[in-house]
């Protein structure tokens, strides 16, 4: 009999056959001890003063800790391999997760409107601690699921929908009007919405030129071996350089170019403004599109284009008909690196004075105001997100339709 038949079982190998994700149990023990050691809300006199913090158990009410409580249960039978079969349990953590979501939202405004009724008029209830980690939480739990099942991008992408109508309904009802975000919003709203656009002006204004320039340097690259390790040795050294430093960098050139020629000047070239914003991100572009373009040609199964030359084909015919639809996932992919890779930049160019999201949150960093920052930040990070799915459901439609996901 083999020396194997008399060792016990591990510790291990005994979790791995109760626990089935262990990721869903770190992010339940991870909610749970946020909820009762850190503030789910804070409550300040006026816009600037310390707030005072607001546990969970104090702000929720008896219904909506008993809803809580009975999605965080289902979720925790979810995590075990027994007694749901898999299909269910991603089923219950994608349903559980999102109503988690959207009872924690519910909750905090809940909690601004009963607080802000029995206080006076200039008090502030701001989103705590325990508050993002449970939102948080519940959004990796629906990521980490997504990843886990072979579902479709259509089921992905519904899901996406609901669960943003559904905080958009929220929004839309008023129901968050008492909180101190919203209080800044409104006092800013009509600068938001251009500020908003200069950011996406800003964004799209940089990934034109990239995507110009940076798809024929990948193709050089691919084409001309001798020239690929001195290209990308190039576009390493501008990812090396601190965002900051490199709009620092700008100032100077640009400016005596404006001055120089006042016609540049006019069309807005100078070392403040959109143009070194746009030329800064157009720098930090350059290497995830020309590389992703290399890989994504350098792919292409060699039997692929000789089968296409052979046809009779010309170079032209098989770069356009062969090769780009082929490497067009890689390329994509390297676009939705790009595309939020950017949006995160522009933040930064508003210290020259390119406008964007990026002014509320140093305006919000220099009156120690948190709210005007998350009023910055949070429409970013908004923005990413949703253009990293978009571009992500690209990159799946764009393969053939056998290898879809």
């Avoid at 409550?43 to 008896?62: F, H, I, K, T, Y």
Wanted: glycine residues 8%; charged residues 10%; positive net charge.
């Amino acid at each position: 009999m083999p020396v194997s038949a008399f060792r016990l079982p591990t510790s291990s190998t005994s979790d791995a056959r109760l626990i089935a994700n262990r990721v869903l149990i770190t992010l339940l023990c991870a909610g749970w001890l946020s909820a009762w050691l850190l503030s789910f809300a804070t409550l300040s006199p006026n816009r600037l003063a310390a707030g005072q913090a607001v546990m969970l158990r104090d702000a929720a009410s008896e219904w909506q800790f008993a809803v809580m409580l009975v999605l965080t249960g289902l979720l925790t039978v979810a995590a075990f391999k027994r007694p749901l079969p898999r299909a269910l349990a991603h089923a219950v953590v994608l349903l559980a997760s999102l109503g988690l979501l959207l009872v924690t939202l519910y909750s905090l405004g809940d909690y601004a409107q009963r607080a802000l009724a029995d206080t006076s008029s200039a008090a502030r209830i701001s989103q705590g601690a325990a508050f993002w980690v449970i939102v948080f939480c519940c959004a990796l739990a629906a990521i980490d699921t997504f990843q886990r099942t072979a579902s479709g991008w259509l089921l992905r992408l519904g899901y996406m929908l609901i669960a943003g109508g559904s905080v958009a309904m929220l929004f839309a009802s008023g129901h968050f009007h008492d909180l101190s975000i919203m209080r800044e919003y409104a006092n800013i709203r009509d600068d938001f919405a251009d500020q908003l656009i200069t950011h996406l002006v800003l964004v799209g204004a940089a990934l034109g030129p990239a995507l110009l320039i940076g798809i024929p340097l990948g193709l050089l690259a691919h084409r001309h071996m001798r020239l690929r390790g001195a290209l990308f040795s190039v576009l390493n050294f501008f990812q090396t350089i601190p965002s900051i430093a490199l709009f620092a960098l700008l100032i100077a050139p640009l400016s005596a170019l404006g001055n120089a020629f006042p016609l540049l000047g006019e069309w807005g070239i100078k070392g403040i403004g959109a143009a070194p914003a746009i030329i800064a991100l157009v720098m930090y572009a350059l290497l995830p599109v020309v590389r992703n373009t290399y890989a994504g040609l350098k792919g292409v199964p060699p039997a692929t284009v000789e089968a296409a030359r052979g046809m009779g084909m010309t170079a032209r015919q098989v770069l356009w008909r062969v090769e780009i639809p082929l490497a067009l996932p890689v390329m994509l992919s390297g676009l939705r690196i790009v595309t939020v890779q950017a949006i995160g930049l522009t933040v930064v160019a508003a210290l020259i004075g390119a406008g964007g999201l990026g002014a509320f949150i140093f305006q919000g960093l220099g009156q120690y105001a948190i709210d005007l920052v998350l009023l910055g930040a949070i429409p970013t990070i908004v923005l990413a997100v949703i253009a990293d799915f978009t571009l992500q459901m690209l990159v799946v439609l764009s393969k053939p339709a056998g290898t879809r996901r």
